[in-house]
C-alpha cells in the first residue's frame, strides 16, 4: 500500500498489518481470527476494474514454451530444452527460474 501511495494517515496501521501477514497462507493472522484479502476487496480499495474471467490457460507445446522463454528471459534455447526435457512436456523448476532471475540481477540486466 506504502508503494502504491494509498495514503491511509496512519502509519502505524501499515505496520501492524505488515507484521500480521503470514506469506505461507496469503493471509493476515489478527487477534479476531484469520483474514483474507479478495480479488473484490483489491476493486474496492484500489478501484481497479475487475471484468471478465480471472484467466483461461491453454496448454502449449514444448515448441512455444522454448521460444517464450528464449525471447522473454534471454536465454539460450539449448538451454530451456535442457530445463524442458528434465520437467518432461511444457514445463520449468521454479528453481531453474529463480536461478536465472538472480544471476539477471547480480549482472544488473
Known amino acids: 500500500m506504502i508503494a502504491c501511495l494509498v495514503d491511509t494517515g496512519d502509519w502505524g496501521v501499515i505496520s501492524a498489518f505488515v507484521e500480521r501477514w503470514h506469506k505461507e497462507t496469503s493471509s493476515f493472522h489478527l487477534p479476531v481470527g484469520e483474514l483474507t484479502i479478495t480479488l473484490d476487496d483489491e476493486a474496492s480499495l484500489l478501484h481497479l476494474p475487475i471484468i471478465g474471467a480471472f484467466h483461461n490457460f491453454e496448454p502449449l507445446h514444448v515448441d512455444e514454451v522454448v521460444l517464450m522463454l528464449v525471447?522473454?528471459?534471454?536465454?539460450f534455447g539449448e538451454e530451456v530444452r535442457a530445463e524442458t526435457t528434465q520437467c518432461h512436456e511444457a514445463?520449468?523448476?521454479?528453481?531453474?527460474?529463480?536461478?536465472?532471475?538472480?544471476?539477471?540481477?547480480?549482472?544488473?540486466?
Do not use: N
Not at 525471447?71 to 536465454?75: R, S, W
Not at 514445463?91 to 540486466?109: N, P, V
Open 71 to 75: 525471447e522473454l528471459l534471454e536465454v
Open 91 to 109: 514445463y520449468i523448476r521454479i528453481s531453474w527460474l529463480r536461478d536465472i532471475y538472480q544471476s539477471r540481477c547480480e549482472a544488473g540486466h
